[in-house]
């Protein structure tokens, strides 16, 4: 309820306003007597009345009551005559008791990362495929572990679809990659051959478009290839970077990165799980609008992705977006309770984010957007993004603290 006298001055002042600006037929601008004003302008001084009072007043009595509303209000049984107190129902989703019980019994594996020798040696190794060399070959036909360099039309038997062209295709004769048929058409070819078959795709091929059909192939051979590889030395290795002057250098280097990957690899599977038991432990119901509002944030990111992949906005104009809502919708869910859950526990532990790591975060943002500290503090403070900014890294250290605990 906005008593009586709140509401007449603030009628007042409305009145006033109009009083300024309101153009009517025999009276100059400016000189409106309010009764006129009161009598044409009746519903839009009330409209204005309600829009000024009714929100600070909802937020007041929300805070009085220590409410949290996660949801916009929907006003109803609004009471508004002169004279009289301003009344109105509000019905808003509250932010539930969030319960957070064992969080601290957690446990998840905290396997030691190990690199194999096999696993460096086999990383050299595609490094060192990676910087082979193609020289002709001449005066002979082509043999094992050789290449074609060819021109292909590929026509499906079954699919009425546009054929497959490419050129200068290296076509490794006996290779683990090569499909059998062509190995088998083109061993012993020469430079100018062409030949033609067919390929059958089993049923089960990775590349689901071509499983199960039959495609006819016309293949002109335009030169015989032979690879040579460089030789595994201190020489190789300063070709790969002013940062290496030998191999074992370089070993070391792939070493340590592929730790790092298999330690980030353990941590994020280590932290899903934590995150999965925890939801499991605490269920309670999430308010709707913070799903929804989770929803679109998961398509925003979708259709991103799609844009960038090269879809045209028209083509996203005719996808079923209900359908695609309702795809999202588990997943925004549990993305809504594990933060929740994770605010929780970061009160608890009393997780707080300083001023240095903000900072921090916001010269990471610069860097990425070559843009000034200043600029990227301004437009996240215009957005309202810092606060959000600030959330994510308290729900970050609070994960942090779930996963260290829990060896």
Do not use: C, W
Request: hydrophobic fraction near 35%; avoid cysteine; glycine fraction near 6%.
């Amino acid at each position: 309820m906005v008593p009586a006298e709140e509401v007449a001055r603030k009628t007042e002042a409305i009145v006033a306003k109009f009083q300024k600006l309101a153009r009517i037929p025999g009276f100059r601008k400016g000189h409106v007597p309010a009764t006129v004003i009161r009598q044409r302008f009746s519903e839009d001084i009330k409209s204005e009345v309600v829009e000024a009072l009714v929100p600070q007043h909802f937020r007041k009595e929300t805070e009085r009551q220590g409410l949290y509303p996660v949801s916009q209000p929907q006003v109803s049984d609004l009471h508004i005559h002169d004279g009289e107190p301003l009344r109105f129902k509000a019905s808003f989703e509250v932010m539930p008791e969030i319960p957070v019980d064992g969080y601290k019994e957690l446990r998840a594996e905290h396997p030691e990362v190990v690199v194999t020798d096999e696993e460096v040696n086999q990383a050299v190794e595609d490094i060192r495929q990676q910087h082979a060399t193609y020289t002709p070959i001449e005066g002979r036909a082509l043999a094992e572990g050789e290449f074609a360099q060819v021109s292909l039309e590929g026509k499906s038997k079954e699919l009425k679809a546009e054929p497959i062209k490419m050129d200068e295709i290296l076509v490794e004769i006996g290779g683990k990659n090569t499909l059998p048929e062509f190995t088998e058409n083109l061993r012993g070819a020469s430079a100018g051959d062409e030949r033609t078959f067919d390929v059958k795709y089993a049923d089960d091929y990775s590349d689901k478009r071509l499983a199960g059909t039959t495609f006819i192939y016309s293949v002109k051979v335009q030169a015989l290839k032979q690879k040579t590889l460089p030789e595994l030395n201190d020489d190789f290795a300063k070709e790969l970077g002013n940062d290496f002057q030998t191999i074992d250098q370089v070993k070391q280097r792939i070493r340590e990165q592929m730790e790092t990957e298999k330690r980030q690899t353990v941590e994020r599977e280590g932290k899903e799980k934590l995150m999965a038991d925890l939801v499991r432990r605490n269920e309670f119901k999430v308010p709707e609008a913070l799903v929804e509002r989770q929803v679109d944030l998961r398509l925003e990111r979708g259709l991103r992705a799609l844009a960038a992949q090269g879809m045209k906005p028209e083509d996203m104009k005719g996808m079923d977006f209900n359908r695609l809502r309702a795809g999202q919708r588990e997943g925004a869910e549990q993305e809504v309770k594990s933060s929740l859950l994770l605010e929780r526990i970061a009160e608890l532990e009393k997780l707080e984010v300083s001023d240095e790591e903000m900072e921090r975060e916001i010269e990471s943002i610069s860097k990425q957007t070559k843009q000034t500290s200043a600029a990227v503090r301004a437009r996240l403070t215009e957005d309202g993004a810092l606060d959000r900014i600030r959330h994510r890294i308290r729900n970050e250290k609070a994960l942090e603290f779930l996963y260290r605990q829990s060896a």
